[in-house]
């Protein structure tokens, strides 16, 4: 079983940095300043991993050889609960969240999911608005949950799908799962208005590279272009999926491929810290986008927190260890006994974030070969993509 390396809400990593105070003071203390982080990035997005478990077994994030019958999943005790996961997302839409994802494993496999939708789809802004709801997901069970997830409040999906063609999605996800069925989630998404759905393909060299253009025809010619289709760089997240820069298809090399059968047109970003650049079908018939974590890292304006399902906060899909905030959900003060209050998580997230310098995949390059290919990561499974 592979590790967690969890720390505590002191980021060690600093060792020369005293305590952080865990009161409702630090808050006070920055009370009305931009809440940024040392590279001057704003707060924006909270992905929350709702379980750590998942009917797949994509080689590139939960390989079977390591994800076995015999791993050790989370026991159920050590998940947040729905109200916990709720009140961590008030508080970090009270610092600057305009968007929750809810990640797995596979999110809906969490039971009665619906329940937390419907939690998270009454907060607000603190000027009002709505959360931008959405949940990223294999598709699995997308036929049979769509519609109650729209219901209760889900305003988007994103589909992996990693193939067309049926042999090989079946041998990448190791489950042999059928293309047919995440086809008929997403149809069933689009009847349900849970849009626009995004679909994310990660392209691996040598595995499914021949299956960018009929991934790119297949979704141009379906639900009137209603889905962006977005391709994934091979990312070296976790430690497990046995990553090589060998197997990494550039960002460039794929959107050449879908050029040449269809002419492309930039798109600009709708929002800071998107991390596909977007390119829009010269006929207008939908959009396709490239996430290039490996050859063109965006972390300059990275604004995503991570939340994993038993309460860690990660600053970086490629970090190393999380902050335990489920200790101060569940704990009290050693002061005098009470709960922490919401005043005191807000400071601790507060300071969190403002002690944030992540920038990973800019680094990457600069790290010697068996460095990076030995440092120790969370995987993705756990945190979410």
């Given at each position: 079983m592979t590790e967690r390396n969890v720390i505590s809400i002191v980021d060690q990593r600093d060792s020369l940095r005293p305590p952080l105070p865990l009161t409702a003071s630090g808050a006070a203390a920055t009370a009305g300043t931009p809440l940024l982080d040392r590279l001057a990035r704003p707060l924006r997005d909270l992905r929350i991993s709702v379980t750590d478990r998942c009917n797949f077994r994509c080689s590139y994030c939960m390989p079977k050889e390591v994800f076995d019958r015999d791993y050790k999943f989370l026991p159920h005790s050590d998940l947040l609960s729905f109200e916990e996961m709720t009140r961590m997302?008030?508080?970090?839409?009270?610092?600057?969240?305009?968007?929750?994802?809810?990640?797995?494993?596979?999110?809906?496999?969490?039971?009665?999911?619906?329940?937390?939708?419907?939690?998270?789809?009454?907060?607000?802004?603190?000027?009002?608005?709505?959360?931008?709801?959405?949940?990223?997901?294999?598709?699995?069970?997308?036929?049979?949950?769509?519609?109650?997830?729209?219901?209760?409040?889900?305003?988007?999906?994103?589909?992996?799908?990693?193939?067309?063609?049926?042999?090989?999605?079946?041998?990448?996800?190791?489950?042999?799962?059928?293309?047919?069925?995440?086809?008929?989630?997403?149809?069933?998404?689009?009847?349900?208005?849970?849009?626009?759905?995004?679909?994310?393909?990660?392209?691996?060299?040598?595995?499914?590279?021949?299956?960018?253009?009929?991934?790119?025809?297949?979704?141009?010619?379906?639900?009137?272009?209603?889905?962006?289709?977005?391709?994934?760089?091979?990312?070296?997240?976790?430690?497990?999926?046995g990553w090589r820069m060998d197997e990494v298809l550039p960002s460039d090399e794929v959107r050449r491929r879908i050029a040449a059968e269809f002419p492309l047109v930039p798109v600009g970003a709708d929002a800071p810290g998107e991390t596909a650049e977007r390119w829009a079908y010269a006929d207008g018939r939908g959009e396709v986008g490239f996430i290039s974590s490996v050859t063109k890292a965006f972390c300059g304006d990275c604004n995503r927190a991570r939340l994993s399902t038993e309460g860690q906060l990660y600053l970086c899909l490629f970090g190393e260890r999380g902050y335990d905030l489920r200790s101060l959900l569940r704990g009290v003060r050693p002061a005098d006994g009470q709960p922490f209050s919401d005043a005191d998580i807000a400071a601790s997230i507060d300071l969190i974030w403002r002690g944030r310098s992540d920038r990973y995949s800019q680094l990457r390059s600069l790290l010697p070969p068996a460095e990076a290919g030995a440092k120790r990561r969370v995987e993705m499974s756990y945190i979410g993509g």
């Open positions: 997302a008030r508080l970090f839409a009270a610092q600057g969240v305009r968007k929750i994802r809810l990640t797995g494993g596979e999110p809906l496999l969490r039971k009665n999911l619906e329940l937390l939708i419907g939690m998270l789809a009454e907060l607000r802004t603190p000027d009002g608005q709505a959360l931008d709801l959405t949940l990223t997901t294999n598709g699995s069970v997308l036929a049979r949950k769509a519609r109650a997830l729209k219901d209760a409040g889900l305003r988007r999906v994103t589909v992996s799908l990693d193939a067309m063609d049926d042999a090989i999605f079946r041998r990448m996800n190791d489950v042999d799962f059928p293309v047919a069925d995440v086809l008929g989630g997403i149809a069933a998404a689009h009847e349900a208005g849970l849009g626009p759905i995004k679909v994310n393909m990660v392209v691996k060299r040598g595995t499914n590279d021949h299956e960018i253009v009929p991934m790119a025809r297949h979704f141009r010619d379906t639900l009137g272009g209603a889905v962006s289709l977005r391709f994934i760089e091979y990312m070296d997240v976790g430690a497990t999926n």
